[in-house]
């Protein structure tokens, strides 16, 4: 009874060219190192190079900074809110949103005005330039990408402690005689797996390919590594995009895997 | 006796210490949120109703009227107005395609895949891939002039222009647009359409007096939150035209590197004037995103 | 000729049958209910009068027209849904009239209109509001207005009620039978809740199964029910297992004791049977040799207060009965072990498969 949905195929094939184009026009190129041979050179090239592993390793060690900084500053506090504090979530939601209104560009720069001189309260400087030292560098860009993961982990958490109804779970632990470290250990964090899984593999997907704040902190990150591997290679960067496009989808494609069904969203970032 | 078999341990209680001891909880987070967010961000809005004494000025602000300037907004908004525009109607279209087009239930849950990961997917490695694909010797630019005998190039187009750009936008702008509005889309009651029907309209009548009403807050606010997408964007530009365009991500670049605008003040509100125009966009998803949750409740 | 005419109506969904051989004739003004469990089908009639459905076979005249393939739009036929389904971007007064405005009747005349209706639902002054402004009840109120709003050739409900609080739902039908009555609307009724069904209707079709069971008055249906399933599904039923003793002088045997049947028997003497009779028509207390009533004893198993009813649960020895007394202050009730006499009139009871 119902006519062949001719225009939702043009729209769904539309679609898919656009997806898909890109990612050809990409491993084309990488595979052309070698004149008129397809060949895996470039890719040979771009991983053994030692520049590149040692801002890839740089990278994820950001990256897996910035994930466990989040979880500990985000799950106490959304826990906290949920179980005490109900009138301070619309505040947790503001805050958590605000990232959207201050771009990535903007933060590096409020963040370098700010913590490259001493911060003072009434005249007393309270902290050192952060920008002197590479360790409190690397501080800088890991609390950085902190904030910008903000509305991503704290998403995430969010919907997981509404999914499980923390104050019936808590309240019906400590009725069982549990402690407080039995109830976040055994009850709480085992129930938000999910949601700290597909938050920290948003976190990591954005933080790995991150440009800005790495290149205006002055940190040997992969994304300044690979801006910069197009002014003298022709070949490798698209190897290397191509990498990091499949990082991107192992990322979401778990976070698929594990959330489905559950009816968790997320939305994107880090441009 | 059947406490014995349990581990001992202090049954946990929240003490009634009253509302102080309630927000110790929450303090780690907001002194972080003051320190990494509000610090960093008021430092440039002070800055930027400062002169170069620390007084007040309103000069950096009427220094935003120079040209140079003022061209840049114009480029970023006219990129972020074409994206959003672009990209929400061919992902409206993609998201009611798949969501009540009637197609089966794999393409559904493919395009939300490839969404997820094309939303997410910006900055360098995407800059790449439209090199790769519309540069002068790109995978399409080469089928087109091969095959189809047409030099895009030759035409007038170039990848590291305007529309050049907007093409790089698409790539994340359209997914997300599909990742709002595809829930949306099936917030539609198969009832109101049939009460519709059952009242004598058609599908046309549908469409105009309840569906497209509906969905407009939702298709209107989705479309803004793409315009702040694209506005803040700043390593895909870079990227792919080296700083040649005049985005004012691009301009803040470079006052960052190297004060090109020779006057601090000037920098920070330039950075003020763009959050300006992203927090409005953002209040204005707000605000038409919570019109529609009070309908569809 | 009847107003709304089925004939041989027959749906199936990938080769499954659900709805076969339907014939109904409702006359103009009548108010019959489809009265089932879910998916018995009643649902899946109601949207083929809509058009929502197109029968597989058979035919649906409307008024003399025959409408079976007309599309839903052009049908005139008014319907309230389940969850309500007014459009959430409309006020009152819009969604109203919808249905005139779609029919490009003049500005003035909607708005005259769509007064009257709001008087016919008793909210004049929401007109304004939106429907998320509304609790359930008056959204279902609004709805019915929109149903009628456009002077539907019937009306048709789909399950008004079931998304309402008990005591609104009792209000409410009340106020559709009053509207239907007050404007004479030919109306079919969809419900899964006997007790509706019985309080609302002229006329109920019992279905199960995709097939109609029967079609009576409430009266009917609760009285003589014809087959099992009408008899299970329309209020409360006893069944004892007893054995046919005397087709012919219309007599059964319980645990040796002889009953007295009021119907005839159309089983052969000696077959397994039961015999079914309503809760209220028991009483407690001997049957002081009336040879038009039975006696059972046994042992009281519970005693449950309900209000308007007391219903006591007795042991007859292998089956347990309830009986369905009215409260009254003076009751004496009894305890639970107590042994009863309980005694039921003949002419109350029958004896079925």
Same mark, same amino acid.
Request: aromatic share 12%.
């Given at each position: 009874?119902?006519?062949?949905?001719?225009?939702?195929?043009?729209?769904?094939?539309?679609?898919?060219?656009?997806?898909?184009?890109?990612?050809?026009?990409?491993?084309?190129?990488?595979?052309?190192?070698?004149?008129?041979?397809?060949?895996?050179? &470039?890719?040979?090239?771009?991983?053994?190079?030692?520049?590149?592993?040692?801002?890839?390793?740089?990278?994820?060690?950001?990256?897996?900074?910035?994930?466990?900084?989040?979880?500990? *500053?985000?799950?106490?506090?959304?826990?906290?809110?949920?179980?005490?504090?109900?009138?301070?979530?619309?505040?947790?939601?503001?805050?958590?949103?605000?990232?959207?209104?201050?771009?990535?560009?903007?933060?590096?720069?409020? *963040?370098?005005?700010?913590?490259?001189?001493?911060?003072?309260?009434?005249?007393?400087?309270?902290?050192?330039?952060?920008?002197?030292?590479?360790?409190?560098?690397?501080?800088?860009?890991?609390?950085?990408?902190?904030?910008?993961?903000?509305? @991503?982990? @704290?998403?995430?958490?969010?919907?997981?402690?509404?999914?499980?109804?923390?104050?019936?779970?808590?309240?019906?632990?400590?009725?069982?005689?549990?402690?407080?470290?039995?109830?976040?250990?055994?009850?709480?964090?085992?129930?938000?797996?999910?949601?700290?899984?597909?938050?920290?593999?948003?976190?990591?997907?954005?933080?790995?390919?991150?440009?800005?704040?790495?290149?205006?902190?002055?940190?040997?990150?992969?994304?300044?590594?690979?801006?910069? *591997? %197009?002014?003298?290679?022709?070949?490798?960067?698209?190897?290397?995009?191509?990498?990091?496009?499949?990082?991107?989808?192992?990322?979401?494609?778990?976070?698929?895997?594990?959330?489905?069904?559950? %009816?968790?969203?997320?939305?994107?970032?880090?441009? | 006796?059947?406490?014995?078999?349990?581990?001992?341990?202090?049954?946990?209680?929240?003490?009634?210490?009253?509302?102080?001891?309630?927000?110790?909880?929450?303090?780690?987070?907001?002194?972080?949120?003051?320190?990494?967010?509000?610090?960093?961000?008021?430092?440039?809005?002070?800055?930027?109703?400062?002169?170069?004494?620390?007084?007040?000025?309103?000069?950096?602000?009427?220094?935003?009227?120079?040209?140079?300037?003022?061209?840049?907004?114009?480029?970023?908004?006219?990129?972020?107005?074409?994206?959003?525009?672009?990209?929400?109607?061919?992902?409206?279209?993609?998201?009611?395609?798949?969501?009540?087009?009637?197609?089966?239930?794999?393409?559904?849950?493919?395009?939300?895949?490839?969404?997820?990961?094309?939303?997410?997917?910006?900055?360098?490695?995407?800059?790449?891939?439209?090199?790769?694909?519309?540069?002068?010797?790109?995978?399409?630019?080469?089928?087109?002039?091969?095959?189809?005998?047409?030099?895009?190039?030759?035409?007038?187009?170039?990848?590291? /222009?305007?529309?050049?750009?907007?093409?790089?936008?698409?790539?994340?702008?359209?997914?997300?647009?599909?990742?709002?509005?595809?829930?949306?889309?099936?917030?539609?009651?198969?009832?109101?359409?049939?009460?519709?029907?059952?009242?004598?309209?058609?599908?046309?009548?549908?469409?105009?007096?309840? &569906?497209?009403?509906?969905?407009?807050?939702?298709?209107?606010?989705?479309?803004?939150?793409?315009?702040?997408?694209?506005?803040?964007?700043?390593?895909?530009?870079?990227?792919?035209?080296?700083?040649?365009?005049?985005?004012?991500?691009?301009?803040?670049?470079?006052?960052?590197?190297?004060?090109?605008?020779?006057?601090?003040?000037?920098?920070?509100?330039?950075?003020?004037?763009?959050?300006?125009?992203?927090?409005?966009?953002?209040?204005?998803?707000?605000?038409?995103?919570?019109?529609?949750?009070?309908?569809?409740? | 000729?009847?107003?709304?005419?089925?004939?041989?109506?027959?749906?199936?969904?990938?080769? /499954?049958?659900?709805?076969?051989?339907?014939?109904?004739?409702?006359?103009?003004?009548?108010?019959?209910?489809?009265?089932?469990?879910?998916?018995? %089908?009643?649902?899946?009639?109601?949207?083929?009068?809509?058009?929502?459905?197109?029968?597989? /076979?058979?035919?649906?005249?409307?008024?003399?027209?025959?409408?079976?393939?007309?599309?839903?739009?052009?049908?005139?036929?008014?319907?309230?849904?389940?969850?309500?389904?007014?459009?959430?971007?409309?006020?009152?007064?819009?969604?109203?009239?919808?249905?005139?405005?779609?029919?490009?009747?003049?500005?003035?005349?909607?708005?005259?209109?769509?007064?009257?209706?709001?008087?016919?639902?008793?909210?004049?002054?929401?007109?304004?509001?939106?429907?998320?402004?509304?609790?359930?009840?008056?959204?279902?109120?609004?709805?019915?207005?929109?149903?009628?709003?456009?002077?539907?050739?019937?009306?048709? *409900?789909?399950?008004?009620?079931?998304?309402?609080?008990?005591?609104?739902?009792?209000?409410?039908?009340?106020?559709?039978?009053?509207?239907?009555?007050?404007?004479?609307?030919?109306?079919?009724?969809?419900?899964?809740?006997?007790?509706?069904?019985?309080?609302?209707?002229?006329?109920?079709?019992?279905?199960?199964?995709?097939?109609?069971?029967?079609?009576?008055?409430?009266?009917?249906?609760?009285?003589?029910?014809?087959?099992?399933?009408?008899?299970?599904?329309?209020?409360?039923?006893?069944?004892?297992?007893?054995?046919?003793?005397?087709?012919?002088?219309?007599?059964?045997?319980?645990?040796?004791?002889?009953?007295?049947?009021?119907?005839?028997?159309?089983?052969?003497?000696?077959?397994?049977?039961?015999?079914?009779?309503?809760?209220?028509?028991?009483?407690?207390?001997?049957?002081?040799?009336?040879?038009?009533?039975?006696?059972?004893?046994?042992?009281?198993?519970?005693?449950?207060?309900?209000?308007?009813?007391?219903?006591?649960?007795?042991?007859?020895?292998?089956?347990?009965?309830?009986?369905?007394?009215?409260?009254?202050?003076?009751?004496?009730?009894?305890?639970?072990?107590?042994?009863?006499?309980?005694?039921?009139?003949?002419?109350?009871?029958?004896?079925?498969?």
């Amino acid at each position: 009874m119902r006519r062949f949905p001719l225009w939702s195929w043009f729209w769904f094939l539309l679609g898919t060219l656009y997806f898909f184009l890109p990612l050809l026009g990409t491993l084309n190129f990488s595979l052309r190192i070698r004149r008129d041979v397809l060949s895996l050179d &470039a890719y040979n090239n771009a991983l053994t190079d030692p520049e590149f592993i040692r801002t890839f390793v740089f990278s994820n060690q950001m990256a897996v900074m910035t994930i466990l900084v989040s979880i500990l *500053l985000i799950v106490p506090t959304a826990y906290w809110a949920h179980l005490r504090l109900p009138q301070v979530r619309p505040a947790l939601d503001f805050i958590t949103l605000m990232p959207f209104v201050i771009p990535a560009i903007i933060l590096v720069f409020g *963040l370098i005005k700010t913590y490259s001189r001493p911060l003072t309260v009434f005249g007393l400087p309270v902290v050192p330039p952060l920008t002197n030292t590479v360790f409190s560098t690397n501080i800088l860009l890991i609390f950085g990408y902190t904030v910008l993961c903000l509305p @991503y982990m @704290y998403r995430s958490v969010d919907n997981g402690l509404r999914a499980m109804d923390v104050r019936t779970l808590t309240e019906a632990a400590q009725i069982l005689g549990a402690g407080w470290p039995t109830i976040l250990f055994r009850i709480i964090l085992p129930n938000l797996r999910t949601a700290l899984l597909s938050g920290a593999l948003l976190t990591f997907s954005i933080v790995v390919g991150e440009l800005t704040l790495a290149t205006f902190l002055a940190r040997p990150a992969f994304g300044p590594y690979l801006a910069l *591997l %197009g002014n003298h290679k022709p070949y490798e960067p698209f190897a290397l995009s191509l990498i990091s496009f499949a990082l991107t989808w192992v990322a979401m494609g778990i976070i698929q895997f594990v959330t489905r069904g559950s %009816g968790q969203g997320q939305l994107a970032g880090g441009h | 006796m059947t406490q014995a078999s349990l581990p001992l341990q202090k049954p946990a209680t929240i003490r009634p210490r009253g509302a102080v001891f309630n927000w110790i909880g929450v303090i780690p987070f907001f002194l972080f949120a003051i320190a990494f967010l509000f610090l960093p961000s008021s430092s440039l809005f002070i800055g930027s109703f400062q002169n170069s004494e620390g007084g007040f000025t309103f000069d950096n602000i009427l220094g935003l009227s120079q040209p140079k300037i003022l061209d840049s907004y114009w480029l970023s908004i006219r990129v972020s107005a074409v994206t959003a525009i672009g990209g929400g109607i061919f992902g409206f279209l993609l998201a009611y395609a798949v969501s009540i087009g009637g197609l089966p239930a794999w393409v559904r849950s493919s395009i939300t895949t490839f969404s997820g990961v094309a939303s997410n997917f910006a900055g360098v490695p995407l800059a790449y891939a439209f090199v790769a694909v519309l540069g002068r010797v790109g995978f399409v630019t080469g089928i087109l002039k091969d095959i189809f005998n047409i030099d895009i190039y030759e035409a007038g187009f170039n990848l590291y /222009s305007f529309w050049g750009l907007s093409l790089t936008y698409m790539y994340f702008q359209f997914p997300l647009m599909v990742l709002v509005m595809a829930p949306a889309l099936d917030g539609l009651k198969r009832e109101w359409r049939e009460a519709c029907e059952n009242l004598g309209a058609t599908s046309f009548e549908y469409w105009r007096y309840v &569906a497209m009403p509906i969905l407009l807050p939702s298709l209107l606010g989705t479309m803004i939150l793409l315009f702040g997408n694209a506005f803040g964007a700043y390593a895909t530009a870079l990227a792919l035209t080296g700083g040649t365009l005049n985005l004012v991500t691009i301009q803040i670049g470079a006052q960052i590197r190297g004060d090109v605008l020779h006057n601090p003040g000037l920098g920070y509100a330039l950075a003020f004037g763009m959050v300006v125009i992203m927090a409005i966009s953002i209040a204005a998803y707000t605000w038409l995103q919570r019109r529609t949750e009070r309908w569809l409740r | 000729m009847a107003y709304l005419e089925l004939e041989n109506v027959r749906k199936e969904f990938n080769n /499954s049958v659900a709805v076969e051989n339907f014939n109904l004739k409702v006359e103009r003004g009548e108010f019959v209910s489809f009265l089932g469990p879910s998916g018995c %089908g009643k649902t899946t009639t109601l949207r083929m009068i809509a058009g929502f459905e197109l029968p597989t /076979s058979g035919a649906i005249t409307i008024n003399g027209v025959d409408m079976t393939d007309t599309p839903p739009n052009k049908r005139n036929v008014g319907m309230v849904f389940q969850a309500y389904a007014l459009f959430p971007n409309m006020t009152v007064a819009d969604n109203i009239g919808f249905g005139l405005k779609i029919a490009k009747r003049p500005a003035d005349e909607i708005k005259k209109r769509v007064k009257e209706m709001l008087d016919l639902i008793h909210l004049p002054v929401k007109g304004d509001s939106y429907p998320y402004q509304l609790s359930g009840g008056q959204q279902q109120r609004v709805a019915l207005a929109r149903a009628l709003a456009f002077q539907p050739q019937v009306l048709l *409900l789909d399950e008004p009620l079931s998304a309402l609080d008990a005591k609104i739902r009792v209000e409410l039908r009340s106020e559709i039978r009053r509207i239907q009555q007050q404007l004479g609307i030919t109306t079919i009724y969809v419900t899964h809740d006997q007790e509706e069904a019985l309080s609302i209707s002229d006329r109920i079709v019992v279905m199960s199964a995709g097939k109609m069971e029967q079609v009576g008055t409430p009266f009917e249906i609760y009285n003589f029910p014809q087959t099992s399933f009408t008899a299970s599904f329309v209020g409360q039923l006893n069944l004892l297992p007893v054995t046919v003793s005397d087709a012919e002088g219309r007599r059964c045997a319980f645990n040796g004791r002889a009953l007295a049947v009021g119907q005839p028997i159309r089983f052969a003497n000696g077959a397994s049977v039961r015999l079914a009779l309503r809760p209220e028509e028991l009483n407690l207390g001997g049957a002081s040799g009336d040879s038009q009533r039975n006696e059972l004893t046994g042992a009281v198993e519970s005693v449950n207060f309900l209000g308007s009813v007391v219903r006591i649960r007795v042991d007859v020895g292998g089956a347990t009965i309830s009986i369905d007394l009215f409260n009254e202050r003076q009751l004496v009730l009894p305890k639970a072990g107590e042994q009863v006499t309980v005694n039921f009139p003949a002419e109350s009871c029958w004896v079925m498969e």
